[in-house]
Every structure is written in structure tokens, then in C-alpha cells.
């Protein structure tokens, strides 16, 4: 499998906590998956918390920046599919039959993902029978990337 755009591409809607980015930068590093982050952040790029949660991985990572959602919306091509990952989803995430370079798009851990955006994707939820709001966005991102990597059969980068 190329992993030159990854089973899938993870896209980090105006993340807030640097140290989520950088576990989920570690994530994508892992299973080869492309990083998209869409500004503004709530904390500064370079983060020494962002960096330490990514440990000695950052050069593994690709990622790209994007100035403002419209920027990334540029970069999508007409056969792209992008999910919306919310506790407002209307199909479970397994439900998906992931395809090599779809986007799985998560919002910032304190809103979520905004109307305007919720609209206008297919909306996935990770169903949780417990008593909680959310998932941490580090370990919705993996649970995510990995059900992409079980269906794919579980190839490692490389292999």
C-alpha cells in the first residue's frame, strides 16, 4: 500500500492542546498518515508541550499547516472524501468503508467542529455508552486511524 497519503489523513480543526497534537503526531508517525492542522491554534506552533508529547518522532511526521479552513478546502481534489468526527454523528465509525487517503477531520477539544462544517461532511461518531461528554482527541484520533489500519488489513509502512 503507498503510504504517501497514508491509509488516511488525519485533519486537527483549530487545535487547542499542544500536548493532544503531539501525541496525534506520534499517532500519524506510527501508520505512516499525513498531519493536516488548520489554524488558528490555541497555543503557539512549536510548543515545547507539542513537541515533548511527539517525542523523538517529528521528523517521521508529515505534516502540513494550513492558514484557514477555506485554505485546506483549496487543497482537496473532487474524488477526496473528508468525515467529521462529532459526538453529534449520525453514522458509527465503523460503519465507513475507509478507501487509502480519505480525510478524518476532528475539531477542537472544548466546541468541537462548527455548524457551518458539521453541514456540509458525513458526520461519524465513536459510540460511548459511558457517562462521559468525548473521547480525549488524541485517543479519538487512534481509534479512528485504527479501525482505517484494521480494514486495510493492518500493513505497516514499509511492508
Given at each position: 500500500?503507498?503510504?504517501?497519503?497514508?491509509?488516511?489523513?488525519?485533519?486537527?480543526?483549530q487545535?487547542e492542546?499542544p500536548?493532544?497534537?503531539?501525541?496525534?503526531?506520534?499517532?500519524?508517525?506510527?501508520?505512516?498518515?499525513?498531519?493536516?492542522?488548520?489554524?488558528?491554534?490555541?497555543?503557539?506552533?512549536?510548543?515545547?508541550?507539542?513537541?515533548?508529547?511527539?517525542?523523538?518522532?517529528?521528523?517521521?511526521?508529515?505534516?502540513?499547516?494550513?492558514?484557514?479552513?477555506?485554505?485546506?478546502l483549496?487543497?482537496?481534489?473532487?474524488?477526496?472524501?473528508?468525515f467529521?468526527?462529532t459526538?453529534?454523528?449520525?453514522?458509527?465509525?465503523?460503519e465507513?468503508?475507509?478507501?487509502?487517503?480519505?480525510?478524518?477531520?476532528?475539531?477542537?477539544?472544548?466546541?468541537?467542529?462548527?455548524?457551518?462544517?458539521?453541514?456540509?461532511?458525513?458526520?461519524?461518531?465513536?459510540?460511548?455508552?459511558?457517562?462521559?461528554?468525548?473521547?480525549?482527541?488524541?485517543?479519538?484520533?487512534?481509534?479512528?486511524v485504527?479501525?482505517?489500519?484494521?480494514?486495510a488489513?493492518?500493513?505497516?509502512?514499509?511492508?
Amino acid at each position: 500500500m503507498d503510504y504517501g497519503t497514508g491509509v488516511v489523513r488525519v485533519v486537527l480543526y483549530q487545535p487547542e492542546i499542544p500536548q493532544n497534537v503531539g501525541n496525534i503526531a506520534r499517532t500519524c508517525a506510527a501508520v505512516g498518515a499525513e498531519l493536516h492542522l488548520v489554524r488558528p491554534f490555541g497555543f503557539r506552533w512549536g510548543d515545547p508541550r507539542m513537541k515533548r508529547a511527539g517525542l523523538d518522532y517529528w521528523p517521521h511526521v508529515r505534516y502540513v499547516l494550513h492558514d484557514t479552513w477555506a485554505a485546506f478546502l483549496e487543497t482537496l481534489g473532487p474524488q477526496d472524501r473528508l468525515f467529521a468526527f462529532t459526538t453529534k454523528g449520525e453514522r458509527r465509525y465503523t460503519e465507513v468503508a475507509y478507501r487509502p487517503g480519505d480525510y478524518l477531520l476532528f475539531g477542537p477539544e472544548t466546541r468541537g467542529l462548527p455548524p457551518e462544517i458539521l453541514e456540509v461532511w458525513p458526520r461519524l461518531v465513536i459510540p460511548m455508552p459511558g457517562p462521559v461528554r468525548s473521547l480525549n482527541l488524541s485517543v479519538a484520533v487512534g481509534v479512528a486511524v485504527y479501525e482505517a489500519l484494521r480494514q486495510a488489513g493492518f500493513a505497516a509502512p514499509g511492508e
